[in-house]
């Protein structure tokens, strides 16, 4: 029953992802093409500074909460999760909004910063509290995301073709992308209205604080990844030009589509180790290791196949114009692999063995070295710079988290 499960929700995610391909293959080349590389790097810049605020909203309750809903006892268990981490994170994004208000009004005038782009591309702040994936994903039911992110793309992907005709149109593009995950989160709970309706409970202050407290290491770790992810694009835009952002911008969202497809395997497999960990930690290390296997195997496969093929991957996708695109595509080609190594020793064995401590600080680690090779590489190699950077800190974060599992997993052995 439990596996049975497990092949549906890997099933639905796969789904999911196959057409999230297909759409983000129609509509990545048709935005780079009507709007060009500078209008296409600014909206990019302009949505990792937001991406700050998504990071702080999610507040690692995309871990916690499946991993926790997952192993709850009842529904009574479950709907008290949900309202205390919706109230958790309906707190901290109003808090932020206040935040962001005063920093719009006390800002310079001589500060070059597009306030109308910002305000067009905030709406993804309010979708990721719209649209509650870590509540699907701990009852392991993704065929509900798969409908609900899929009905959404098509309905952006529509409404794009008819009203963005050129460049001067950026701002509608923001606003359509920055609007998906509202609409996904508006066809997520009509779904929970009709099928789940008891998870609406008053939340209470103590609950908040707790899960609060249970999120703020997950969420120490996914800030320190941000620090050497999405900074490392507002860095390239602050050091060089919006056209530079939007070359390593078209090869990073296409990176962007491969992780999405090991999320999907990873989003799916999660709750089931979570579960399998507390009845057989021994059974879930045996399970992590097969799923590992074929995880990463399958990956290195689709890294060298974005490195090999990467001139032609970009001719074809983005049209002429994009030649700088291919050599940084050729250096990203190869962190799925190496991501999808960092997913299986962090995610599926640290946070779910209780390593949640060590896989912080080796992700701030991570942030430091980052932050100390960012600006000399940046400086001297621009938007290729940075892709060498991306590259060599998810190998750090790998191998160090590889060392960290291998010691806890000959601690289990020894028993």
């Excluded at 649209?131 to 992907?157: D, E, H, N």
């Excluded at 593009?173 to 009509?190: D, E, P, R, T």
């Excluded at 900074?231 to 939007?246: K, R, S």
Aim: aromatic share 12%; glycine share 6%.
């Amino acid at each position: 029953m439990i596996i049975n499960r497990l092949t549906q929700n890997i099933f639905s995610l796969l789904t999911l992802k196959g057409v999230d391909y297909i759409l983000n293959f129609v509509m990545l080349p048709f935005l780079l093409r009507m709007l060009g590389a500078d209008r296409f790097g600014a909206i990019v810049f302009m949505q990792s500074v937001v991406q700050y605020m998504v990071v702080a909203v999610e507040y690692g309750f995309n871990m916690t909460a499946p991993r926790d809903i997952a192993r709850a006892s009842d529904e009574r268990a479950i709907g008290k999760i949900f309202s205390d981490v919706m109230s958790a994170k309906i707190l901290i994004a109003l808090g932020l909004m206040l935040l962001t208000l005063i920093a719009i009004v006390v800002m310079p005038s001589t500060v070059d910063f597009d306030v109308i782009l910002f305000l067009a591309v905030l709406p993804t702040v309010l979708g990721n509290i719209a649209f509650p994936v870590w509540f699907f994903q701990g009852i392991q039911q993704m065929k509900f995301i798969t409908i609900a992110v899929t009905s959404a793309r098509l309905i952006i992907l529509c409404s794009m073709f008819f009203l963005i005709n050129g460049p001067n149109d950026y701002l509608i593009a923001a606003i359509l992308q920055s609007s998906m995950m509202i609409v996904a989160g508006l066809l997520s709970f009509a779904i929970i209205i009709k099928n789940y309706r008891y998870v609406f409970v008053r939340p209470t202050l103590d609950g908040i604080k707790n899960v609060l407290r249970d999120g703020r290491e997950i969420f120490i770790s996914t800030v320190a990844i941000n620090l050497y992810t999405t900074t490392n694009i507002v860095i390239l835009g602050l050091m060089t030009n919006p056209t530079a952002v939007g070359y390593f911008g078209a090869a990073n969202k296409l990176i962007d589509s491969v992780k999405g497809l090991m999320g999907a395997f990873s989003t799916a497999v999660y709750p089931h180790v979570s579960a399998k960990v507390k009845e057989s930690p021994r059974g879930a290390i045996e399970f992590i290791k097969k799923f590992g296997r074929l995880y990463s195997g399958l990956f290195l496969v689709v890294s060298i196949i974005l490195c090999a093929f990467a001139a032609p991957i970009v001719e074809i996708l983005f049209g002429a114009g994009y030649e700088q695109t291919i050599l940084i595509l050729r250096l990203m080609a190869w962190l799925p692999f190496v991501i999808s190594l960092s997913n299986v020793f962090g995610i599926h064995f640290m946070l779910n063995f209780g390593l949640q401590d060590l896989f912080s600080r080796i992700l701030i680690a991570a942030a430091v070295l980052d932050f100390i090779i960012i600006f000399p590489l940046t400086s001297e190699y621009g938007n290729i710079g940075v892709a060498v950077v991306m590259l060599l800190v998810e190998i750090f974060v790998t191998l160090v988290m590889g060392l960290a599992v291998r010691k806890k997993i000959n601690s289990y052995s020894s028993v």
